[in-house]
């Protein structure tokens, strides 16, 4: 009997032991839940700010033409010298003239070689004429990849004009030693405005860099205009184009 009291005594004990800590549990998965429907709150809350904040839109750049050329010279206020080729007239009446002479060799070379009565002579002709042509062609090909000259083309920059770098703008730390981007830090940089590369200032702009130029739209002359009496006889104004945003490619100074 004494024995059945004693093990009711120990498991009571046992039990008594044991409360405080399946309430102490019961507290912390009451916390847990507390805590997640608080997270869920806040996750709530950020979403909303997200959707409440306007988008930035895409900007759209309008522009009627784009090069790719070296810079040669930079002006003092908002000139721009750039390398372009152009066709030169006088390589193309060059090449006309080699064109026509040579195709009259080469008729008369046809003639010769048809009306040759030896067999042997007539098909060694034949074939000395079908190989000339072929190297006629292939120096046409290659005479008109050299109708063109390099100059020196102004451009001008519109007032609110577009700078830009494919590659991240050089900076330093504090101890001179340039600065080594995190892909967070370049994302960070990048606008979101869809523009190509990382916006930079003008001063990002040196001689023998690549860029890809953007030139303005030019606009159609108004036919029919007659001409006003306080109009002058100067004649046009000598056309600059303008370029509405410049694009610094990899390669060349930075």
Do not use: H
Request: aromatic share 8%; glycine share 6%; no cysteine.
């Amino acid at each position: 009997m004494k024995r059945s009291i004693g093990a009711v005594l120990g498991f009571l004990a046992v039990l008594i032991l044991l409360m405080p800590a399946s309430n102490a549990q019961d507290e912390k998965k009451e916390e847990k839940k507390e805590d997640k429907k608080e997270e869920k709150k806040t996750d709530k809350k950020d979403d909303e700010k997200k959707k409440d904040e306007p988008k930035k839109a895409i900007e759209k750049l309008v522009f009627g033409q784009k090069i790719v050329t070296k810079i040669k010279r930079i002006g003092e206020s908002r000139e721009l010298f750039v390398e372009i080729q152009e066709i030169d007239q006088k390589k193309v009446y060059d090449f006309n003239s080699w064109k026509v002479k040579r195709q009259a060799e080469l008729a008369k070379q046809q003639y010769t070689s048809q009306t040759t009565k030896d067999f042997k002579a007539r098909f060694t002709a034949l074939q000395n004429y079908q190989r000339d042509v072929g190297t006629f062609q292939g120096e046409i090909a290659k005479r008109q990849t050299q109708l063109y000259s390099k100059r020196e083309l102004e451009l001008r920059s519109v007032d609110m004009v577009k700078y830009r770098s494919i590659i991240p703008p050089t900076e330093f730390d504090d101890q001179g030693f340039e600065k080594k981007w995190t892909k967070k830090e370049l994302e960070e940089r990048r606008d979101k405005t869809g523009l190509p590369g990382f916006p930079v200032e003008a001063d990002a702009l040196k001689v023998d860099q690549t860029v890809e130029v953007y030139l303005a739209k030019v606009a159609p002359p108004v036919k029919g205009k007659k001409k006003g009496p306080d109009d002058d006889d100067l004649g046009p104004m000598p056309y600059r184009p303008e370029f509405v945003m410049i694009v610094i490619l990899p390669g060349g100074p930075r």
